[in-house]
């Protein structure tokens, strides 16, 4: 299973950019899609994730700003991140809980792509 991540650049302050991130591979079913982020010197953390039944949760910090969503039949989740800050700054890495055809169930990880805000 591999998850390819796409999007990422440089944007001034209250712009936007979208994310996307395609899983492929031995798949049976996708659970859990999400987005997380990690600054320099900071830990990983989640900024959003959606089920495969569309249920979403996000930071605080991105509410309001960030749309998290997915496209099943092409096994693909988006991260519409808009009035950009600043401290948005990091690499952003999509996650995929994914049951394979063999049953077996894991969270694999993308390579990352780098969002960077000027102010």
């Known amino acids: 299973v591999q998850l390819q991540a796409s999007g990422g650049g440089l944007v001034q302050a209250g712009g936007s950019l979208r994310l996307s991130c395609v899983v492929s591979?031995?798949?049976?079913?996708?659970?859990?899609m999400a987005w997380y982020c990690q600054a320099p010197g900071n830990q990983r953390e989640l900024v959003a994730s959606?089920?495969?039944?569309?249920?979403?949760n996000y930071a605080d910090s991105v509410k309001g700003r960030f749309t998290i969503s997915r496209d099943n039949a092409k096994e693909t989740v988006y991260l519409q991140m808009t009035s950009l800050k600043p401290e948005d700054t990091a690499v952003y890495y999509c996650?995929?809980?994914?049951?394979?055809?063999?049953?077996?169930?894991?969270?694999?990880w993308g390579q990352g792509t780098l969002v960077t805000v000027s102010s």
């Open positions: 591979g031995n798949i049976f079913m996708i659970n859990v």
């Open positions: 996650n995929g809980v994914v049951r394979t055809t063999l049953g077996s169930e894991y969270g694999y």
């Open positions: 959606i089920t495969y039944g569309g249920r979403i």
